[in-house]
């Protein structure tokens, strides 16, 4: 590194260089690397097994129970751009020690910084409704009452996070995250069949009834699914939050590759489940009543285990993203936001965290609530929002004055510069669809 | 498998590896001492040429048109314009 350098601790934490360092002695180097990579091991796994939330269980499914394996070339598309994104992330939050919010405002002005987070803010609070949306309608299949069973949910979500651990937060995340596997099996009990999967996979192909508006839109759907704005934020945040060093970027890469590879299978599960529910002949509504449906077939079981995975899908995604919103906002205001610190310390931090559950949570619960038209108001401002978003990230990473030797090579530059371009012309056609239904006379369905 | 210590004598260690005392030793980034990084207090804004200026400007002036009309069509979805 040619720039200036400081020491820099956990947000708001205070120095601790008379502290002794605490370790684990190993005998072999394989060891040793495992070792290393299991305590570097969480931010990649934890933001990449989350995105598939609560919208992406509904997007995913749809997709399968609409055009069956049709497109499941594109989820595979989506491994290396999903990876790409978020390396960047991990190079500048090991180098900065800062999360994202922090770095537009201080690099790119306060202007930009405040109506980064404002954008931020805002769809990260819709889509947390949509979450507790989804809470709500999978309890209710379950048989359990949603006054109940969602304030619980959202008083377990508050618990989990101000222990003042860090690391007990990590574990039980990567838990829940664990939980998806679960898809895998699911998708095992239903015989999908490996060769026409295998084919579908690597081989594009268009679906039977021809590219139709609604089809286009389900991809951009599910592009828009794959990768999300707050995943750059809530990265980057816990990047720093986990004080990642120089020596960890290798396996912060890999963590973030096996966080990408997990989630990428089992959106193809979840898209090859919805295949099932198409090849039963059930119409498709939502994942929820799709698991229904699938479970007179099937047994209550299978039934039992997709509704809690659609719980544990919009759990995983309320957590992460009520942090991404929680840590920004905390590192713009400069307040002390790490999850290393108790709640007496942190308190504006995890005031934040408590609201945005918090109010979503309430707002699921109020009788004739505009849940639809939040939906649809995330996924145009998500979709309007990212690519800028991942223009502040390119801007960053080829600040060689601020990275030096981990700012982007002139291959990483052509691969985002393409994703960017390719991203854009996606979200316009999405924004401009659905804010403005009349302007494209030919394209009038809708997806979601 | 290892051991827990709770002292390190980091002189030694390079690359994970004590030398003097001939085995590796695994550190938690939040066991470990603050690293240094990037002093991005001290190197300010980015500076921009006026190209990059405008193009960011143009950006803002999307995501505020962008932001508008869909607070427009959600409004006239929930019936709040009259129509």
């Known amino acids: 590194m040619t720039n200036n350098i400081t020491p820099t601790p956990a947000a708001g934490m205070a120095l601790e260089t008379d502290a002794p360092v605490r370790g684990m002695v190993v005998k072999s180097r394989w060891m040793h690397s495992l070792l290393t990579f299991l305590a570097v091991f969480g931010p990649g796994l934890i933001v990449m097994v989350a995105d598939n939330d609560a919208g992406a269980v509904s997007t995913y499914t749809q997709a399968g129970a609409q055009y069956g394996t049709s497109l499941l070339w594109l989820v595979v598309l989506l491994l290396p751009v999903t990876y790409f994104v978020q390396e960047m992330v991990v190079r500048l939050g090991i180098a900065t020690g800062k999360g994202h919010a922090a770095m537009i405002f201080q690099r790119f002005g306060k202007w930009w910084g405040i109506f980064s987070l404002v954008d931020l803010e805002l769809v990260n609070f819709l889509t947390l409704v949509t979450e507790f949306a989804a809470i709500d309608l999978a309890l209710t299949k379950l048989g359990v009452d949603p006054r109940i069973g969602v304030p619980l949910i959202a008083l377990g979500l508050f618990l989990m996070t101000v222990t003042g651990s860090y690391r007990r937060w990590e574990r039980i995340v990567v838990f829940l995250c664990a939980l998806d596997l679960a898809w895998f099996v699911i998708t095992w009990k239903l015989h999908p069949g490996a060769g026409e999967v295998l084919r579908a996979a690597v081989r594009p192909t268009m679906p039977p009834g021809g590219i139709t508006s609604d089809f286009i839109f ?6 828009g699914t794959t990768i999300a704005p707050w995943q750059l934020f809530f990265q980057q945040s816990c990047i720093a939050d986990k004080r990642l060093r120089f020596s960890d970027v290798p396996w912060a890469r890999l963590d973030t590759f096996v966080g990408a590879l997990i989630t990428i299978t089992v959106a193809g599960c979840m898209m090859l489940v919805g295949n099932a529910s198409r090849m039963h002949g059930l ?10 449906d699938l479970g007179t077939f099937f047994g209550p079981l299978l039934r039992n285990t997709i509704l809690l995975l659609m719980i544990n899908a919009a759990v ?20 002390p936001h790490s999850l290393q610190l108790p709640i007496q310390k942190a308190g504006g931090f995890y005031a934040v965290y408590l609201l945005c559950v918090g109010l979503a949570a309430g707002l699921v619960l109020i009788p004739g609530a505009p849940l639809q038209l939040i939906i649809l108001s995330v996924q145009v401002l998500a979709g309007v929002m990212l690519p800028s978003a991942i223009i502040f990230l390119q801007l960053l990473l080829n ?9 982007n090579k002139p291959w990483n530059n052509a691969v985002n510069w393409t994703i960017i371009i390719v991203l854009f012309g996606l979200s316009l056609v999405l924004a401009a669809q659905v804010a403005a239904p009349g302007l494209f006379p030919g394209l009038n369905g809708g997806t979601n | ?25 695994v550190v938690h980034p939040l066991d470990d001492r603050p690293e240094e990084k990037v002093d991005i207090e001290g190197l300010g804004p980015m500076p921009m040429t006026r190209s990059v200026r405008y193009s960011l400007f143009s950006l803002r002036a999307y995501l505020v048109l962008m932001i508008l009309l869909v607070a427009y069509h959600a409004l006239g979805l929930s019936g709040l314009l009259g129509h």
């Not at chain 1, 119409?283 to 229904?292: E, K, L, N, S």
């Not at chain 1, 995983?316 to 205001?333: D, F, R």
């Not at chain 2, 260690?13 to 004590?18: A, N, P, T």
């Open chain 1, 316 to 335: 995983l995604g309320t957590a992460t993203i009520s942090l991404s919103s929680a840590w920004a906002y905390g590192e713009v205001k400069g307040w």
């Open chain 1, 283 to 292: 119409h498709f509504t939502d994942p929820a009543q799709m698991a229904v």
């Open chain 2, 1 to 25: 498998m290892g051991t827990m210590t709770t002292s390190i004598n980091e002189a030694n260690i390079k690359h994970g590896y004590d030398a003097g005392a001939g085995h590796y030793v």
């Open chain 1, 399 to 407: 600040d060689k004055e601020l990275l030096g030797e981990y700012a």
């Open chain 1, 218 to 223: 389900l991809v951009i759907a599910i592009v």
